[in-house]
């Protein structure tokens, strides 16, 4: 036989040797389990950040040019502390206009108020007439409310002038700062934000898809991420009523009933909560498989036969080393638990039992 001829036997049989009906026929040793159904409590565990219940974005009241700003961020601040301040010139301005109108106004009062009293004086003695008397009456009243006005405007041109001044409505913690010296800024333009010194909120964002989930429990555990030893309760305050569409998340405020020392602004938080218990078969992950179009699968096990079947299930969870499956397989039916690398629909087939290892 020439060269061409053995080269073409020995095509012929390595075919053979791979052949879906000789590989059929190889039993494959898998490790299989029954499928055992139990009510699991799903623990649920997300990131998030220790918040001021009250941050505040402080903003001047008036427009102007910023002389000097004197907290940065992370400073602490007392209720009443100058934190910045424009340039007062316009506004004193107004204020030494006010008090000039006010004493051109005490000066017509006091003018009007004698000839007031000179008038009476004169009704009295039957001199002036009723007429001149009325007159200086209303005189002087016009001369009162022009006082009075007057009072009012230079009164409103001081709170003015102390609008250059900002300062904190409370005690706190400056977490952001915009303000710089020099800069020419608009009335209620942010320049600093204030977190309250009150009440702390841990912050989540929470998947949207944990809401359609039933919890167990309404608290939550919240523990700091650096020691899970410090841990407190919380309940939820407030969910958002939007979802952030670049994360698909929703935040969500989980008020904690006392806060520990070291949970402070800003700290990293781990909140635990629990979902209702629910009936579904725990696998190791080695058994999941992916099916024709993608979606998780279990290898079902024909005991009769000695073959297996590739089937698609639903998955409730992935945890640490294992899968909570929540349907697409029955109470008692077969599983390959280990071994599932080399089969395919109605392999042969050699069981052992047990879970995988």
Known sequence: MDRMGRMGLAALALGAMFSPALADGLARPVRVAPVHFEEREQKVTITGEVAARVETDLSFRVSGRITGWFVDVGAAVAEGQVLARIDPEEQQADVEAAEAGVRAADAQLRLARTNFDRQTSLLKDGISTRRDFDDAET?????????????A??????EVLSYTELRAPAAGIITARLAETGQVVQAAQTMFTLADNGPRDAVFEVYESLFFARPSEEGVVIALLSDDRVRTAGTVREVSPTIDTATGTVRVKVTMEKTPPEMTLGASVVGIGALAPRRVAVVPWQALSSGLDGKPALWIVDREKSTVSLRPVDIASFETGEVLVAGGVEEGESYVADGTKLLRPGQTITAMEGAAR
Do not use: F, M, V, W
């Open 139 to 151: 005189a002087l009243r016009t001369a009162e409310g022009s006082r009075e006005a007057a009072i």
């Open 153 to 158: 405007q230079r009164d409103t041109a001081k």
